[in-house]
């Protein structure tokens, strides 16, 4: 059974940095995690995604060159570093894990999810 927690979300000024982190239990080779993130009033939209074994990731084009994706496998976490921060990028995040080997960008590849914790960038 995965089981995902998140932390790290704030408010934060337009322009400043914030490091969002999963932590993670039950992970297995094939698990990919993923960070979704839900604005108010909007559907939950993909953003970044790594495979628990191997260098595979993906990224939205929304956040490609500003937010990476990491795991540290010693310690059971896979983080979200954020840059660049914009009020668009305001929103819950979400950590979520899926079995099936793949990346998907759709919530519904993903099995598992966390709580979310949330993110706010004032302009």
């Known amino acids: 059974q995965v089981q995902l927690v998140e932390s790290g979300g704030g408010l934060v000024q337009a322009g400043a940095s914030l490091r969002l982190s999963c932590a993670a239990s039950g992970l297995t080779f094939n698990t990919g995690v993923a960070w979704f993130r839900q604005a108010p009033g909007k559907e939950r939209e993909f953003a970044a995604a790594i495979m628990w074994r191997g260098t595979s990731t993906n990224y939205a084009n929304s956040v490609k060159g500003r937010f990476t994706i990491s795991r540290d496998s010693s310690k059971n976490t896979v983080s979200l570093q954020m840059n660049s921060l914009k009020p668009e990028d305001t929103a819950v995040y979400y950590c979520?894990?899926?079995?099936?080997?793949?990346?998907?960008?759709?919530?519904?590849?993903?099995?598992?999810w966390g709580q979310g914790t949330l993110v706010t960038v004032s302009s």
């Open positions: 979520a894990a899926t079995t099936i080997g793949i990346l998907p960008t759709s919530p519904r590849g993903y099995t598992y």
